[in-house]
């Protein structure tokens, strides 16, 4: 009687833990996000990563957390931050992909200003805002927001750098952006 208690009571504080938790999704997810560091290990594993590729991975994931708090990792090289989120090159992939759905290219969805930066970062911003930026050397982007909505990206101090009105592409050397806000 006593083993059947303990199962009882082991599963409803299991189920109480998942309630309070919640579920862990991105705005795009379409699988739920891994549950852990041990899943997006398996997930870089899955990928062909060595362990020394991996573990390189998770400190360029932690740095990008270090930048910015509130962000949460929602892959093994994807976060979710402020303004949308943002995705990192793999080590040794020409390609940046998300490793949640490695088969599925990266896409600038219509409403998002995408950006990627000198060192292959993917940003994909879809929520209006005002945003600290840290993207680093020269870059694209894809102002693909709805037409006549200006992104605008600023320098340190908050003065307006430069501006774009979707729809439309280019080049930009994202170094001296600090901010920005995509509508």
């Known amino acids: 009687m006593k083993r059947v208690s303990f199962r009882r009571s082991a599963g409803l504080i299991a189920a ?7 579920p862990a ?22 990928a062909g990563l060595t362990d020394r590729q991996a573990g390189e991975l998770q400190r360029q994931v932690d740095a990008v957390r270090a930048q910015e708090p509130q962000a949460r990792q929602t892959s093994a090289n994807s976060l979710a931050t402020q303004g949308g989120t943002v995705t990192l090159p793999v080590p040794g992939q020409a390609e940046t992909r998300n490793l949640a759905s490695p088969g599925t290219a990266l896409a ?40 006549g909505t200006r992104a605008r990206f600023y320098n340190s101090d908050g003065s307006e750098r430069w501006s774009h009105v979707a729809k439309g592409t280019g080049t930009a050397s994202w170094t001296p952006v600090f901010h920005i806000r995509p509508c």
């Open 25 to 46: 999704l991105s705005a795009h997810a379409t699988t739920p996000a891994p549950s852990g560091q041990q899943s997006y290990a398996a997930q870089a594993r899955a």
């Open 108 to 147: 600038c969805a219509n409403g998002h200003l995408c950006i990627t930066d000198g060192r292959g970062y993917n940003y994909d911003y879809y929520y209006c805002g005002y945003y600290d930026f840290n993207g680093v050397g020269d870059g694209t982007f894809n102002n693909n927001q709805t037409s």
């Open 16 to 22: 109480a833990a998942a309630l309070i938790a919640g």
